[in-house]
């Protein structure tokens, strides 16, 4: 994560050195990616760049991480239109995301780094949600109909239904799959899931 020189900057130029990150890894592959560009399109010194991010992994991780805490609203959000229904909510964030994958950026954002970073082993999403974020998501979940003895099985569901969700968007996003393919595939893991998860 980016040190705390970064969060004590003003908000309009934290944005502008996120833009110019958003635009320097869409732009390119992780490995290209310069941070020659990064520093002359946000218009910092080098020795700046080094004050807010240890390096460029350490940098995309923070702007893959600004996206999954989008995701993380967005499904907050969708279970409390499904009323806790954590499958159905499930199928509705693959079909959000398949929407914002149309826009370039974030179409190249995952094509140009997440695959990338996957291949060399690299964890972008390793940011589990907090104690107090799962426990929000956790109260709109409706688990009377699912088999849960302890707190900690519905972590553990929610955690299966995040890794299968995430590799099959993965795979839509990066065409390696039709989108229309991903949601039927999708749909088949979830009802295997599901079947074994109900009362």
């Given at each position: 994560?980016?040190?705390?020189?970064?969060?004590?900057?003003?908000?309009d130029?934290?944005?502008k050195?996120?833009?110019?990150?958003?635009?320097?890894?869409?732009r390119t592959?992780?490995e290209?990616?310069?941070?020659?560009?990064?520093?002359?399109?946000?218009?910092?010194?080098?020795?700046?760049?080094?004050?807010?991010?240890?390096?460029?992994?350490?940098?995309?991780?923070?702007?893959?991480?600004?996206?999954?805490?989008?995701?993380?609203?967005?499904?907050?959000?969708?279970?409390?239109?499904?009323?806790?229904?954590?499958?159905?909510?499930?199928?509705?964030?693959?079909?959000y995301?398949?929407?914002?994958?149309?826009?370039?950026?974030?179409?190249?954002?995952?094509?140009?780094?997440?695959?990338?970073?996957?291949?060399?082993?690299?964890?972008v999403?390793?940011?589990?949600?907090?104690?107090?974020?799962?426990?929000?998501?956790?109260?709109?979940?409706?688990?009377?109909?699912?088999?849960?003895?302890?707190?900690?099985?519905?972590?553990?569901?929610?955690?299966?239904?995040?890794?299968?969700?995430?590799?099959?968007?993965?795979?839509?996003?990066?065409?390696?799959?039709?989108?229309?393919?991903?949601?039927?595939?999708?749909?088949?893991?979830?009802?295997?899931?599901?079947?074994?998860?109900?009362?």
């Amino acid at each position: 994560m980016p040190k705390e020189t970064f969060f004590n900057l003003k908000l309009d130029k934290r944005e502008k050195i996120e833009t110019a990150l958003v635009n320097e890894f869409s732009r390119t592959t992780f490995e290209k990616a310069s941070i020659s560009n990064i520093i002359e399109e946000a218009q910092i010194p080098r020795g700046s760049f080094y004050q807010y991010f240890e390096d460029k992994e350490d940098a995309v991780k923070y702007i893959m991480q600004k996206y999954t805490k989008l995701e993380k609203e967005k499904m907050y959000n969708l279970l409390i239109e499904t009323k806790g229904d954590i499958f159905e909510a499930t199928l509705k964030m693959y079909d959000y995301i398949i929407e914002v994958s149309e826009n370039e950026k974030y179409f190249k954002i995952c094509k140009n780094i997440i695959q990338e970073l996957r291949k060399n082993n690299v964890n972008v999403f390793e940011q589990i949600p907090s104690e107090k974020e799962q426990n929000e998501l956790n109260k709109v979940i409706d688990t009377s109909n699912l088999k849960i003895d302890k707190k900690d099985d519905l972590d553990y569901i929610m955690k299966i239904l995040t890794t299968i969700s995430r590799t099959v968007m993965l795979e839509a996003v990066s065409n390696q799959i039709t989108k229309e393919q991903g949601r039927i595939e999708l749909e088949r893991k979830l009802e295997i899931l599901k079947k074994g998860m109900k009362k």
